[in-house]
Nanobody, 129 residues
Framework: QVQLVESGGGLVQAGGSLRISCAAS????????MGWFRQAPGMVREFVAA????????YYADSVKGRFTISRDNAKNTVDPQMNSLKPEDTAVYYC??????????????????????WGQGTQVTVSS
């Protein structure tokens, strides 16, 4: 049984930093690209960042580029976005997701929520102004 478990969410002031984490089990972790998405109340789920199987390639949404950094540890089966310079508009539930892939690079499909195979339950991040 595949499980993705997010942790590390919370309340932070604007300009602050937060590191959230996703622990994966029940899958061969290094055969999956990993993505992070977020969903604010009343909004559609949007792509935030993705990292390739080996961790050698990353891709970010324009809204977080330069502020967020995604990394993964294939020995520990974890993927962690470091979020800096947080803004109130970053407030959302953040979801970790896994996409099976045979290539070690970011593709267009890696940014599409509907093409991911497994999802975590989400962790709330709230940024106060």
């Amino acid at each position: 049984q595949v499980q993705l478990v997010e942790s590390g969410g919370g309340l932070v002031q604007a300009g602050g930093s937060l590191r959230i984490s996703c622990a994966a089990s029940g899958l061969t972790f290094n055969t999956y690209a990993m993505g992070w998405f977020r969903q604010a109340p009343g909004m559609v789920r949007e792509f935030v960042a993705a990292i390739s199987r080996s961790g050698g390639n990353t891709y970010y949404a324009d809204s977080v580029k330069g502020r967020f950094t995604i990394s993964r540890d294939n020995a520990k089966n974890t993927v962690d976005p470091q979020m800096n310079s947080l803004k109130p508009e970053d407030t959302a539930v953040y979801y970790c997701a896994a996409q099976a892939t045979v290539v070690d690079r970011i593709l267009v499909r890696t940014t599409r929520a509907d093409l991911y195979d497994y999802w975590g339950q989400g962790t709330q991040v709230t940024v106060s102004s």
